[in-house]
């Protein structure tokens, strides 16, 4: 009994020793278990975590690709705006380059040819001063003495080593532009006329002329006149009493009086020019034929195409001296 008791002793010892061995294992065995989960739990969130950063650098990187195409389409269509601009412009502007290409190429011709136009210029100038004389001698004699003065001094400037050429033509051309406004306006003055005793006479005040006289009448006998003019077409003088009055006939190279008709017409004209009545017609002899004022006329259309090319040819000089 003693043995068998001593050795359910010993087993229930041996039991509990197991058992609670046992128990340890399975503690340990729960330890180790909870250990693991919270290891797997704790790489979960770390790599949730980092899926969380990940997207977040995703979405950044597609918001600023958004942000870069918005501003590529916003600089795209800036461009497109500013290309309309930009053709509108140019279509404008065409019409322009075109004509200053055509004027560039008029320039360079006139500059191929200027050396051979400097060295006919003196010529040139010196023929324009010649013909101007022979005008003046030709033409009626109204301010005869002026007229013939102007030409002397030009005769003068051309032979001045002081002027320019460019200045030397514009003196020519100036007086020529004197000469051909004459035959487009009206002028009236007082001035004397003097007698010859032969049938002509002079007039004064800047000018000098020939005039027919009665025979009454001494040489060297002076009269103011009145002197009317119309152009180049009549050339009248009527004396300040009405009584006696001419017209200058070119043919003739003298003054044919006038009838009382004729006077009442110059006295018309008179106060017509020096605003004292209103403009009309006048009924007046001409002091050059028709076939002579034909001959005028072509005379200053002429001149008048001289005067343009010289003119161009000065240009193209001052187009090059700025240059």
Do not use: C
Not at 191 to 202: A, K, N, P, V
Not at 235 to 260: C, N
Request: aromatic share 4%; proline share 2%.
């Amino acid at each position: 009994m003693a043995m068998y008791r001593g050795y359910r002793v010993g087993t229930a010892g041996a039991v509990s020793a197991l058992t609670r061995s046992a128990s340890a294992v399975g503690v340990f065995a729960v330890g180790l278990t909870l250990s693991t989960s919270a290891l797997a739990q704790s790489e979960l969130e770390q790599e949730a975590l980092a899926a969380q950063q990940a997207q977040a650098e995703l979405q950044a990187k597609i918001d600023a690709a958004d942000e870069s195409v918005r501003e590529r389409i916003e600089q795209l269509r800036q461009a497109e705006q500013t290309s309309r601009r930009l053709t509108t412009y140019n279509d404008a502007l065409a019409p322009q380059v075109e004509e200053l290409e055509t004027t560039l190429a008029e320039r360079e011709a006139g500059v191929s040819t200027l050396t051979e136009t400097r060295e006919a210029l003196p010529g040139l100038l010196a023929d324009m001063t010649e013909r101007l004389g022979r005008w003046v001698e030709q033409d009626i004699p109204f301010l005869k003495e002026e007229r013939l003065s102007r030409v002397a001094a030009l005769e003068s400037q051309l032979s001045s080593a002081r002027l320019s050429n460019s200045e030397k033509l514009e003196h020519v051309l100036g007086a020529w532009r004197v000469e051909l406004g004459y035959g487009r306006e009206l002028d009236a003055w007082r001035g004397t006329l003097t007698e010859t005793g032969s049938g002509t006479g002079t007039s004064s005040e800047t000018e000098t002329s020939s005039g027919e006289v009665s025979d009454a009448e001494q040489a060297g006998a002076t009269r103011e006149v009145d002197y009317l003019r119309l152009g180049r077409v009549g050339w009248y003088y009527l004396t300040p009493d009405g009584q006696q009055g001419a017209v200058w006939k070119a043919a003739e190279q003298q003054w044919q009086p006038l009838s009382a008709e004729q006077r009442d017409e110059v006295a018309k004209g008179l106060s017509i020019v020096r605003d004292q009545r209103a403009p009309e017609l006048l009924n007046l002899p001409l002091s050059q034929p028709r076939q002579a004022q034909s001959q005028v006329r072509s005379q200053v259309q002429s001149q008048a195409q001289s005067q343009s090319q010289v003119q161009t040819q000065q240009e193209a000089q001052s187009e090059e001296s700025h240059s």
